[in-house]
């Protein structure tokens, strides 16, 4: 198999949330593991969500997890997710989907370089770049 990036959100502790979103948007299978299932470290709540990976039809893999207590987590602040290709329907339609409850930061429009480019920030906090190749309308 080839590498492959892939997107790692840690999240507080709404990870089983927010990969249920996500879900929603991209479609795919979501497999969950939660900390209970191999043994919670203490203080950390049994049902919260040890790894989580999202596989969509479009080929996308998200990954997540909920911070453990007495971790560090500042949501937003190191990584966003980039959404590219030339599927304007479908990149439109994730874009649209991210916003709901979010805070557009560039909105999905015609850029200088030709692309289609918008930044969204959804709900969760997480930063979303959509770029639909060149010459779409």
Known sequence: MASRLNPYISFRDNAREAMEFYQSIFGGE???STFGEFGA???TPPDGVMHAQLDTP???T???ADTPSGMS???GDTMSVSLSGDDADDLRGYFAKLSEGGTVGVP???QMWGD???MVTDRFGVGWMVNIAGGQA
């Open 41 to 43: 470290p203490e203080g």
């Open 73 to 75: 987590h500042n949501p």
């Open 62 to 64: 998200i990954m997540a």
């Open 58 to 60: 479009n080929g996308y």
């Open 116 to 118: 289609e480019f918008g």
């Open 30 to 32: 979501l497999n969950v």
């Open 108 to 110: 999905l429009e015609k």
